[in-house]
T-cell receptor, first 116, second 112 residues
């Protein structure tokens, strides 16, 4: 595709529900990142993948958060038993460069999660 | 790990004036410093970046400077226009890390 695509764009969940957020990176991009952006704040790192390998998940706030990229392309961020503090925009970004190299991150439009 | 501080949090200028946003970082091994612009409800988009082997970089009305000794870098926008109004984020990528660490953002308002 022309850019990073995320779905759904908007998700409203009741507290305690599980949600899954999808990211389609730019074709051929090796690296994929997930960030959480609270209202009025900068993106906070959650996790990243190089191809299918999850190399760093140190930013995941709790064991309720889980991410995968099984075939090295599409990635899913899953949040179990959602809490109100999970409400945020979840941004996915991809890069042609491997993780240790420096290269532009291309962001998706984000998935806005609201937990009631 | 890396920590990035960004100032000011809000900045209001008259059209045609210059705007400067400053960031500091903590990890002396950081080697890549991009700046992203995010319009309301939109995705962050790269506007300029600089690597640690360069002290300054310009692209039309936008310039970035890097002082490795002091561990700070700045974004300079000249001849500001109303369409420059947005939130700007600085970021740093450490030599031992793969992820970008972002500052908290600066909301720039350019008044016509």
């Amino acid at each position: 595709g022309a850019g990073v695509s995320q779905s759904p764009r908007y998700k409203v969940a009741k507290r305690g529900q599980d949600v899954a957020l999808r990211c389609d990176p730019i074709s051929g991009h090796v690296s994929l990142f997930w960030y959480q952006q609270a209202l009025g704040q900068g993106p906070e790192f959650l996790t990243y993948f190089q191809n299918e390998a999850q190399l760093d998940k140190s930013g995941l706030p709790s064991d309720r958060f889980f991410a995968e990229r099984p075939e090295g392309s599409v990635s899913t961020l899953k949040i179990q038993r959602t809490q109100q503090e999970d409400s945020a925009v979840y941004l996915c970004a991809s890069s042609l460069a491997p993780i240790r190299a420096t290269g532009e991150l291309f962001f998706g439009e984000g998935s806005r999660l609201t937990v009631l | 790990g890396e920590n990035v501080e960004q100032h000011p949090s809000t900045l209001s200028v008259q059209e045609g004036d210059s705007a400067v946003i400053k960031c500091t970082y903590s990890d002396s091994a950081s080697n890549y410093f991009p700046w992203y612009k995010q319009e309301l409800g939109k995705r962050p988009q790269l506007i300029i970046d600089i690597r640690s082997n360069v002290g300054e970089k310009k692209d039309q009305r936008i310039a970035v400077t890097l002082n490795k000794t002091a561990k700070h870098f700045s974004l300079h926008i000249t001849e500001t226009q109303p369409e420059d109004s947005a939130v700007y984020f600085c970021a740093a990528k450490g030599g031992s890390q793969g992820n970008l660490i972002f500052g908290k953002g600066t909301k720039l308002s350019v008044k016509p």
